[in-house]
């Protein structure tokens, strides 16, 4: 059988590809890292082992894409990323391999997102020790308290007096726990 690359156009951040294979056309939504992968760059013909490889990837492609919706709306741990994903597929394998790709492009970063969450928790929410290491378990994170304290005092001309006692409570506490 015959396929024909017919037509590539840029819809958001995918691209809609037309192929046609004689009988009828089909139309596919792709990442640009795909496109380029499968050498999909302008219409032509495509070999029947080219395109059922490109059928193969379609999959992991799409679980890609809905990691990267997902993690794009705000700053995701990889465990919840799995938690999503696993809600669309129980590939484990390919769960993981999502969550490389991710972290390689940088969308998801535990220790990132653990620092952040840290400053949240301390200078805003004011949260305490026991209630900080829960949210971190159950973000999939260690609940270690590995914040530097010294990185701390120096924006200490920032912070209200209350809030510096605070965090040197908090950071006590926790350095008190693991002990």
Known sequence: MRYFLDSIKKKNRRYEIVINDESFKTTYK???????????????????????????????????????????KKLRTSKE??????????????????????????????SSYKKAYLEYAIYTKRDGRVKISNDLIKLGLNSSFDYDK?????NIT??????????????????ASLS
């Open 158 to 175: 920032l912070l209200s007096l209350d809030t510096y006692f605070l965090v040197n409570k908090v950071i006590f506490s926790f350095n």
């Open 81 to 110: 990323v799995k938690d999503h994903l696993k809600e669309i597929t129980n590939d484990e394998s390919m769960i993981n391999e999502v969550v490389e790709v991710l972290k390689k492009e940088n969308l998801i970063n535990d």
């Open 150 to 154: 010294e990185a701390l005092k120096e």
């Open 30 to 72: 792709i990442r640009e890292d795909l496109l380029i992968e499968m050498k999909f760059l302008s219409p032509k013909e495509i070999k029947e082992e080219e395109y059922k490889l490109f059928l193969s990837k379609l999959p992991l492609d799409s679980l890609i894409y809905e990691g990267e919706k997902y993690s794009d």
